[in-house]
């Protein structure tokens, strides 16, 4: 007879199904037919424990440690552009590349493994701060070099709207292949680990023969770590090269604006003291 906390317990246990392995998915069939169940006695509780509970602990473990390092990251960011707007616009970008996770597992109908896909999630932030980072920094360098050309002593001076936009549309076109590649190469990569193709290159150099062969029983576990960063990489790309240079765009668009209200402000006490 089992006790804890003082109360008997009773624990029923069962493996599951051959080619299954969300243990979620098949928790919540059974907590549908549990619900049939009526007229229990008020001292009986049904707890659903094992593996399900240690999927939730390493969620909550790995959903804490992604924002924390989102934090670092974004601080981090902040230090280096001086400013909030750009590190704004990455953190914008890392969270509408989960659109593609959440859609390639939807039209493959693949499960969320909890462990493994969170951790391409964080992995796939990293890439795609990478990316970003590149892309504004050299626009930055870009606008820079526009205004030392003419002439404007203090940095902190905007750019009209058409050379910002010039800057921009320069710096996007050759931050182009650094991106392309980037996302080509993490791609091609990952599809062996993703697939779990597998090479014995032990027998390779002893017999030449490499016993190639696909779908490893590794590729259970690391298979999902390696889909979500592909999927995810691939909206990534679309989004540093399109979404991060229009949402620049717009924040450049607001801070003209806002700066030009202010000299408006200004010139106005200076109009008034000049009339009288």
Same mark, same amino acid.
């Given at each position: ?63 804490? *440690?992604?924002?924390?390092? +989102? $934090? =670092? !990251?974004? %601080? ?8 909030? @707007? ?96 980037? *996302?080509?190469?993490?791609? +091609? $990569? =990952? !599809?062996? %680990? ?8 032990? @027998? ?73």
């Amino acid at each position: 007879i089992k006790h804890r906390d003082g109360e008997r317990v009773v624990t029923v246990y069962s493996g599951l199904k051959p080619g299954f392995t969300d243990a979620g998915a098949i928790v919540s069939e059974i907590q549908k037919e549990m619900d049939e169940f009526k007229g229990l006695p008020s001292d009986i509780k049904i707890d659903y424990t094992g593996q399900l509970e240690e999927q939730n602990k390493q969620q909550m473990f790995l959903i804490g *440690a992604f924002f924390s390092g +989102l $934090g =670092l !990251i974004c %601080l981090i960011l902040i230090f280096q552009f001086g400013g909030i @707007s750009k590190p704004l616009i990455i953190m914008i970008a890392i969270f509408l590349s989960f659109i593609g996770v959440f859609g390639g597992l939807m039209l493959t109908g693949w499960s969320f493994v909890i462990m493994m896909t969170m951790m391409g999630i964080i992995s796939l932030a990293g890439i795609v701060v990478n990316n970003g980072v590149v892309l504004l920094d050299y626009t930055q360098i870009l606008i820079d070099r526009k205004k030392l050309k003419l002439g404007m002593d203090d940095m902190s001076e905007l750019l009209t709207l058409e050379d910002a936009k010039e800057a921009i549309i320069v710096g996007g076109k050759a931050r182009l292949r650094p991106v392309i590649l980037t *996302a080509i190469t993490t791609v +091609l $990569g =990952l !599809i062996p %680990l993703a697939i779990g193709l597998n090479i014995d290159f032990f @027998s390779l150099f002893s017999e030449f023969n490499p016993n190639i062969y696909i779908g490893v029983d590794n590729v259970v576990f690391w298979g999902p770590l390696a889909w979500t960063v592909i999927f995810g990489l691939l909206v990534a790309t679309f989004l540093t090269l399109i979404i991060v240079p229009v949402l620049f765009n717009i924040t450049y668009r607001i801070k003209i604006r806002v700066r030009g209200k202010g000299k408006k402000e200004k010139e106005k006490p200076e109009e008034l003291e000049a009339a009288a």
